[in-house]
């Protein structure tokens, strides 16, 4: 069966520092890979979408970048850390670009 | 307005009451999906439909296309199902069939 893993699970970092949460997923290959944000109050975000090796499309302009070295590792990043950067960050994967989408555990990310 | 509006922002029910959130959008779809928050922040995909109704357990969400209207039901409830529930439609066209539109959520609790 396939899972889906998130790390750390929260993090509390100064503004201005820099930023790395990876995911991964075990159990399927070429996998949909998605990075959401859900800020206080307010529904998820599309933050980057990658449907293979290298192949990123970002939706929402911001100090935030996604990378995917590896079929099953997706990780968002960021060099320096706003206070709207605070939020509950969520990886999700799909087996198609249109399929029902597979969240993982999330990370809650608070900057002060 | 928001392409995707749901109703009521919360909801109280008592163990065993019938549950009725509803979800309406304002653009043309491929896919509605729901999805439920728990109270620790993971989510899961519930159904995804893009026409007439569908089961699982107690749960039954149907789609109106028409009206551009969804419901999601919950029968025989349960405090277990104290979650929030999260509808996102799939829009048509413009090269995006990936990207999901997020409703705000329905904060539903149901008291024992």
């Known amino acids: 069966s396939q899972t889906i893993h998130q790390w750390p699970a929260t993090l509390v970092q100064p503004v201005g520092s820099p930023l790395s949460l990876e995911c991964t997923v075990e159990?399927?290959?070429?996998?949909?890979l998605y990075w959401y944000r859900q800020a206080a109050g307010r529904g998820l975000q599309l933050l980057f979408y990658?449907?293979?090796?290298?192949?990123i499309s970002s939706e929402v302009p911001q100090n935030l970048s996604a990378s995917r070295p590896q079929d099953r590792q997706f990780i968002l990043g960021s060099k320096k850390l706003l206070l709207s950067d605070s939020g509950f960050y969520l990886c999700?994967?799909?087996?198609?670009?249109?399929?029902?989408?597979?969240f993982g555990p999330g990370t809650r990310l608070t900057v002060l | 307005k928001n392409e995707v509006e749901q109703s009521p922002q919360n909801l109280t029910a008592q163990e065993g009451e019938f549950i009725t959130i509803n979800c309406s959008y304002s653009?043309?779809?491929?896919?509605l999906h729901w999805l439920q928050q728990h109270p620790g922040g993971g989510i899961v995909s519930l159904f995804m439909?893009?026409?007439g109704k569908k089961k699982h357990g107690r749960l039954i969400a149907t789609i109106n296309i028409q009206e551009k209207h969804s419901s999601l039901h919950i029968t025989a409830s349960h405090p277990r199902d104290s979650a929030v529930y999260i509808c996102?439609?799939?829009?048509?066209?413009?090269?995006?069939?990936?990207?999901?539109?997020f409703g705000k959520g329905t904060l539903l609790t149901v008291n024992p």
């Open positions: 990658s449907v293979g090796i290298g192949q």
């Open positions: 999700a994967w799909s087996p198609i670009s249109y399929g029902l989408q597979f």
């Open positions: 653009v043309g779809i491929s896919a």
């Open positions: 439909l893009s026409s």
């Open positions: 159990g399927t290959s070429n996998p949909n």
């Open positions: 996102a439609v799939r829009r048509v066209g413009g090269g995006s069939n990936y990207k999901l539109t």
